[in-house]
């Protein structure tokens, strides 16, 4: 009885944040009113006392051809030590560049983040491999170093852990919060989606799996990486848990306990102090509280269907090079065009299929479709157009859509390919106003809108919340690596006007909400930015 009241409770106070979160056509959810420079919170966290240890940067012996990776076909898998975990942390969540403008320098990353502010962290916990002693590390992107948080008790601790490790993200929202404040947990989620399919490819590119272990719950993985040790974190921002990936060559072993692995463990270090001052956005901690994972959950076993393979897409470079050229467009020519084909293979590869990253990874059956505003696909009709992920999806969307949408299949579409045509007309206007004025979703060759099932999963399970986001994230890190190889760009985009999307479509009540916007064109550079080498300042081979 308890429980079913707090969790009508928890449901409530997320919905009660996702509505208040919400940026409207005139007002936008509320903000810092401002951004206190001074207090910009630093994007590395470190841990003082904790034993360093230095990666090698290797990531360019890897010769894995990124036409490889899309398509799950994996090479030989390189063996479970510490060059291999160096490889999959820089290709996953390393820098990619330093950027430099005047007097600024700021670090770009495999992952992308809303604002550059990267409140995702990575952890590895993993048993005594080659170059590695077993306990817990934190990864420090900076210095492409582990810190080592925690060390067994035991000689025996982590011997369950074999044929991999675990890779687990944590969120710090205050680095959101700065700039974006009550919205900011929407992007941390969203970036928590973009890590995890970071990690994904990395790990298939080294031949590896990366597996999402659904049955863990925050408090669990909290104890296990130490982010409940309030000594720890003294006066420094609270890290939240999110996911623990396995990683490696071999499955996950069914054996595995957060509890046990957690017990046998002694910490070292404390964290750094990002900001001087920290301003609480309440909203942000109810919400999260709301959305808390509880512990020992039923995993989640979702297989895909076999489907044809992925069109070949044209990329002849390898996923190491591919994966850290990815950069945001700031800015699209408003003319250049995608061949249909390749529009086809971009949407084909955000169909879970059962080998390919990073949806392999995901073990929830799809639950974000997107909405396509079409603008410049070579023979397509401007318009708008729908790829619905899951079959059970197209009635639903169908019952929710008022209004006279056509529902024709795009007849030149892959058979396979469940691509839907709305409306014929001009979309450019359209995609500009609901995502915040902002020109790259017009001047693009088409953007989306991720509309996800939302009521429904929330209802059986308040704490899905997150997890809806972390789909759109994934399906977002698809797209900007496949505008990459197609020789163009992406831009993920979080701000929006929620209801005006859904006025557009006809959507009423909470049944679907659009979760994250995105676009993908041809990109205009700004000749001013200087570029630097990512690892130009660790003199390290
Ligand atoms: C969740 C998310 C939301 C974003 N929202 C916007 C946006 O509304 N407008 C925009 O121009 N860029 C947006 N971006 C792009 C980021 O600004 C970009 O990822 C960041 O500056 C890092 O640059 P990089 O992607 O080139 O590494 C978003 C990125 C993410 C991951």
Redesign the pocket.
């Known amino acids: 009885m308890k429980s079913e009241r707090t969790d009508t409770d928890s449901l409530a106070r997320v919905i009660a944040y996702h509505q208040a979160s919400k940026h409207h056509l005139d007002r936008y959810a509320p903000g810092p009113g401002g951004l206190d420079w001074a207090n910009q919170p630093d994007p590395f966290r470190r841990f003082a006392g904790a034993p360093r240890i230095e990666l090698p940067l290797q990531a360019d012996s890897l010769a894995t051809a990124f036409e490889s990776v899309r398509q799950g076909q994996r090479p030989t898998a390189r063996p479970l030590e510490r060059n291999s975990f160096a490889i999959l942390f820089e290709l996953a969540l390393g820098l ?2 330093w950027k430099q403008h005047g007097g600024s320098r700021w670090a ?11 409140p995702t962290e990575g952890y590895l916990i993993c048993p005594a491999l080659p170059g590695l002693t077993a306990g817990v590390y934190h990864y420090l992107s900076h210095d492409h170093a582990l810190e080592q948080r925690a060390v067994p008790n035991s000689a025996t601790w982590g011997n369950e852990l074999r044929g991999g490790a675990i890779l687990a993200l944590t969120g710090i929202h205050w680095r959101e919060a700065w700039k974006y404040g009550l919205r900011a947990y ?2 941390c989620q ?2 928590c ?2 890590a995890i399919a970071a990690v994904a490819y990395a790990a298939a590119a080294l031949g590896w799996r990366a597996q999402w272990l659904t049955g863990w719950g925050d408090d669990e993985l909290a104890a296990l990486l130490g982010l409940d040790r309030a000594q720890d974190f003294a006066d420094a921002e609270p890290e939240s848990p999110e996911v623990a990936l396995w990683v490696g060559p071999e499955p996950p072993p069914t054996d595995l306990s957060p509890k046990e692995l957690s017990d046998g463990l002694s910490f070292t270090g404390r964290a750094n102090r990002l900001s001087h001052a920290q301003r609480d956005w309440h909203g942000i901690e109810e919400a999260d509280r709301a959305a808390h994972r509880p512990n020992a959950l039923s995993p989640l076993a979702f297989r895909p269907p076999s489907r044809p393979s992925l069109a070949k897409s044209g990329c002849q470079a390898s996923a190491a090079t591919l994966i850290r050229q ?5 800015a699209f020519d408003g003319v250049t065009t995608l061949p249909a084909e390749r529009w086809f293979g971009m949407l084909d590869a955000l169909l879970p299929r059962p080998n390919a990253p990073p949806l392999d990874a995901w073990s929830s059956p799809p639950r974000v479709h997107p909405l396509l505003f079409v603008h410049r696909i070579d023979g397509i009709p401007p318009g708008l157009y729908l790829l619905a992920r899951s079959t059970e999806a197209i009635a639903e969307l169908r019952k929710t859509l008022a209004g006279g949408w056509d529902w024709s299949r795009v007849e030149q579409a892959p058979e396979h390919l469940p691509l839907y045509r709305l409306a014929v007309g001009d979309a450019r206007d359209a995609a500009r106003v609901i ?2 004025h ?1 020109d ?1 979703a017009a001047d693009s060759c088409f953007a989306v809108g991720f509309l996800a099932e939302f009521a429904g999963p929330l209802q059986e399970t308040p704490w899905v919340y997150r997890q809806l986001f972390w789909e759109t ?1 994934l399906l ?1 890190q698809i797209l ?1 690596l496949e505008a990459e190889a197609a020789g163009i760009r992406a ?6 006007f929620d209801d005006a999307m859904h006025r557009l479509l006809g959507i009423d009540g909470l049944a679907w909400q659009s979760l ?2 995105f676009t993908v064109g041809g990109p205009v550079e700004d000749q001013r930015i200087r570029s630097l080498p990512p690892y130009a300042h660790l003199r390290r081979a």
Do not use: E, K, M
């Open positions: 990619s560049a770009l990353r495999c992952n992308p983040s809303s604002g550059n502010l990267h929407r992007y969203h970036d989606g973009h990815r950069r945001s467009a700031v995502c915040c902002q790259i994230g977002g900007y831009t993920g985009i979080g701000c929006f994250y916007h």
